[in-house]
Protein backbone atom coordinates (compact mmCIF):
# COMPACT_ATOMS: atom_id res chain seq x y z
CA UNK A 1 0.00 0.00 0.00
CA UNK A 2 1.43 3.56 -0.95
CA UNK A 3 1.83 5.93 1.39
CA UNK A 4 0.24 9.22 0.40
CA UNK A 5 2.73 11.52 1.92
CA UNK A 6 1.06 12.03 5.38
CA UNK A 7 3.10 11.68 8.98
CA UNK A 8 1.37 10.78 12.33
CA UNK A 9 2.14 12.88 15.02
CA UNK A 10 3.97 10.59 17.25
CA UNK A 11 6.54 10.23 13.97
CA UNK A 12 6.68 13.96 13.73
CA UNK A 13 7.44 14.09 17.59
CA UNK A 14 9.72 11.36 17.95
CA UNK A 15 11.76 13.02 15.29
CA UNK A 16 11.59 16.41 16.44
CA UNK A 17 12.22 15.63 20.20
CA UNK A 18 16.35 15.35 20.00
CA UNK A 19 16.10 18.70 18.63
CA UNK A 20 14.14 20.00 21.32
CA UNK A 21 16.17 18.47 24.08
CA UNK A 22 19.15 19.98 22.94
CA UNK A 23 18.08 23.28 22.55
CA UNK A 24 15.75 23.38 25.75
CA UNK A 25 19.56 21.99 27.69
CA UNK A 26 21.55 24.42 26.33
CA UNK A 27 18.87 27.80 26.93
CA UNK A 28 17.79 26.49 30.32
CA UNK A 29 21.63 26.50 30.83
CA UNK A 30 22.14 29.72 29.45
CA UNK A 31 19.20 31.34 31.22
CA UNK A 32 20.49 30.45 34.89
CA UNK A 33 23.51 31.90 33.81
CA UNK A 34 26.36 31.74 31.78
CA UNK A 35 27.42 28.97 29.38
CA UNK A 36 30.08 28.40 26.81
CA UNK A 37 29.09 27.45 23.83
CA UNK A 38 30.45 25.97 20.16
CA UNK A 39 28.64 25.67 16.50
CA UNK A 40 29.70 24.04 13.66
CA UNK A 41 27.05 22.52 11.17
CA UNK A 42 25.85 21.93 7.89
CA UNK A 43 22.33 22.69 8.79
CA UNK A 44 22.14 26.50 7.91
CA UNK A 45 21.51 29.08 10.75
CA UNK A 46 20.16 32.20 10.04
CA UNK A 47 20.07 35.23 12.74
CA UNK A 48 17.77 38.47 12.61
CA UNK A 49 18.51 41.23 15.15
CA UNK A 50 16.83 44.49 15.75
CA UNK A 51 20.12 45.90 17.61
CA UNK A 52 23.81 44.70 18.05
CA UNK A 53 26.27 46.29 20.07
CA UNK A 54 29.61 45.20 20.42
CA UNK A 55 33.32 46.42 21.76
CA UNK A 56 36.56 44.79 20.53
CA UNK A 57 35.75 44.26 17.36
CA UNK A 58 37.97 42.93 14.78
CA UNK A 59 37.41 41.08 11.57
CA UNK A 60 39.70 39.56 8.84
CA UNK A 61 38.86 37.11 5.52
CA UNK A 62 39.09 33.83 6.16
CA UNK A 63 38.08 30.19 4.19
CA UNK A 64 35.51 28.27 5.52
CA UNK A 65 35.73 24.59 5.39
CA UNK A 66 32.61 23.62 4.68
CA UNK A 67 32.48 21.54 0.91
CA UNK A 68 35.85 23.30 0.19
CA UNK A 69 36.91 26.57 0.25
CA UNK A 70 34.09 29.05 0.68
CA UNK A 71 34.70 32.84 1.35
CA UNK A 72 33.94 33.84 4.96
CA UNK A 73 34.70 36.82 7.39
CA UNK A 74 35.80 35.68 10.67
CA UNK A 75 34.74 38.22 12.93
CA UNK A 76 36.35 38.33 16.55
CA UNK A 77 34.28 40.33 19.38
CA UNK A 78 35.04 40.75 23.18
CA UNK A 79 31.83 42.02 24.56
CA UNK A 80 28.66 42.02 22.37
CA UNK A 81 24.85 42.97 23.10
CA UNK A 82 21.69 41.37 20.64
CA UNK A 83 18.36 42.70 21.20
CA UNK A 84 15.08 41.24 19.84
CA UNK A 85 16.76 38.47 18.03
CA UNK A 86 15.27 35.75 15.71
CA UNK A 87 16.98 32.32 14.87
CA UNK A 88 15.63 30.16 12.11
CA UNK A 89 17.01 26.74 11.02
CA UNK A 90 15.42 24.34 8.86
CA UNK A 91 16.21 20.71 8.70
CA UNK A 92 15.34 17.87 6.37
CA UNK A 93 14.45 15.29 8.04
CA UNK A 94 13.61 11.71 6.78
CA UNK A 95 10.07 10.67 6.44
CA UNK A 96 9.05 14.07 8.34
CA UNK A 97 10.43 16.51 5.55
CA UNK A 98 11.26 19.76 6.07
CA UNK A 99 11.00 21.54 10.06
CA UNK A 100 11.99 24.94 11.24
CA UNK A 101 13.10 25.92 14.46
CA UNK A 102 12.29 29.29 15.72
CA UNK A 103 14.16 30.68 18.87
CA UNK A 104 13.43 34.30 19.82
CA UNK A 105 15.58 35.88 22.29
CA UNK A 106 14.46 39.45 23.80
CA UNK A 107 18.17 40.15 24.98
CA UNK A 108 21.49 38.13 24.74
CA UNK A 109 25.13 39.18 25.34
CA UNK A 110 28.47 37.30 24.78
CA UNK A 111 31.84 37.53 25.46
CA UNK A 112 34.64 36.02 23.82
CA UNK A 113 32.83 35.54 20.52
CA UNK A 114 34.34 34.41 17.25
CA UNK A 115 31.54 34.30 14.14
CA UNK A 116 32.64 33.20 10.83
CA UNK A 117 29.89 34.03 8.27
CA UNK A 118 29.77 34.60 4.18
CA UNK A 119 27.00 37.12 4.50
CA UNK A 120 25.75 39.61 6.68
CA UNK A 121 23.64 43.11 6.10
CA UNK A 122 22.44 45.91 7.92
CA UNK A 123 20.33 48.47 7.87
CA UNK A 124 22.77 50.91 9.43
CA UNK A 125 26.29 50.32 11.44
CA UNK A 126 28.11 52.89 13.21
CA UNK A 127 31.71 52.30 14.28
CA UNK A 128 33.98 54.27 16.68
CA UNK A 129 38.12 53.99 16.73
CA UNK A 130 38.70 52.05 13.30
CA UNK A 131 41.75 50.54 12.17
CA UNK A 132 42.66 48.51 9.26
CA UNK A 133 46.03 46.65 9.23
CA UNK A 134 48.09 44.86 6.85
CA UNK A 135 50.19 41.39 7.24
CA UNK A 136 53.78 41.94 8.96
CA UNK A 137 54.88 38.86 6.25
CA UNK A 138 56.70 36.23 8.72
CA UNK A 139 57.32 32.98 7.95
CA UNK A 140 56.91 31.99 11.22
CA UNK A 141 53.36 33.38 11.55
CA UNK A 142 51.33 33.66 8.33
CA UNK A 143 49.07 36.72 8.09
CA UNK A 144 45.40 36.74 6.84
CA UNK A 145 44.75 39.44 3.67
CA UNK A 146 43.88 42.13 6.45
CA UNK A 147 41.92 42.65 9.44
CA UNK A 148 39.45 45.53 10.07
CA UNK A 149 38.76 46.76 13.18
CA UNK A 150 36.81 49.07 16.15
CA UNK A 151 36.94 49.94 19.31
CA UNK A 152 33.21 49.48 19.27
CA UNK A 153 30.19 49.19 16.71
CA UNK A 154 26.42 49.41 17.07
CA UNK A 155 23.90 48.02 13.95
CA UNK A 156 20.09 47.96 13.39
CA UNK A 157 18.27 45.55 11.41
CA UNK A 158 21.39 43.16 10.98
CA UNK A 159 21.24 39.82 9.24
CA UNK A 160 23.73 37.21 9.43
CA UNK A 161 24.49 33.58 8.11
CA UNK A 162 27.46 31.79 10.42
CA UNK A 163 28.91 28.99 9.20
CA UNK A 164 30.52 28.74 12.79
CA UNK A 165 30.95 30.61 15.84
CA UNK A 166 32.16 29.76 19.65
CA UNK A 167 31.96 32.03 22.48
CA UNK A 168 33.04 31.91 25.82
CA UNK A 169 29.69 32.77 27.24
CA UNK A 170 26.62 33.63 26.38
CA UNK A 171 23.68 34.89 28.68
CA UNK A 172 20.24 35.26 27.33
CA UNK A 173 16.32 36.24 29.06
CA UNK A 174 13.48 36.12 27.10
CA UNK A 175 13.90 33.00 25.13
CA UNK A 176 10.77 31.29 23.81
CA UNK A 177 11.00 28.13 20.69
CA UNK A 178 8.21 27.21 18.50
CA UNK A 179 8.55 24.09 15.94
CA UNK A 180 6.92 24.25 12.58
CA UNK A 181 6.96 21.98 9.70
CA UNK A 182 8.21 23.21 6.36
CA UNK A 183 10.24 25.89 6.08
CA UNK A 184 9.70 29.72 7.95
CA UNK A 185 11.23 32.42 9.07
CA UNK A 186 11.04 35.31 11.78
CA UNK A 187 7.69 36.79 10.81
CA UNK A 188 6.89 39.64 13.56
CA UNK A 189 5.01 38.47 16.45
CA UNK A 190 1.47 39.60 16.95
CA UNK A 191 0.84 42.52 18.70
CA UNK A 192 -0.26 42.14 21.94
Known sequence: MASGGRTSRLRFALALAPLLVGASVLLAGSAAGAVSVAFAGEVPVTV???????????????????????????????????????????????????????????RA?????????????????????????????????????????????????????PHAFTAGTITSRGVSIDVRRGAAGCEPRAAR
Open 48 to 106: HAARVSASGVSASPAASGRGGLLPALATRVEQATVEDACVTSTAHLPVVGAVTAVVRIE
Open 109 to 161: SATGLTVEAGKATARSVKLSGAKFDTPRVSLDRPTGLFTVGAQKVSGSTVTTQ
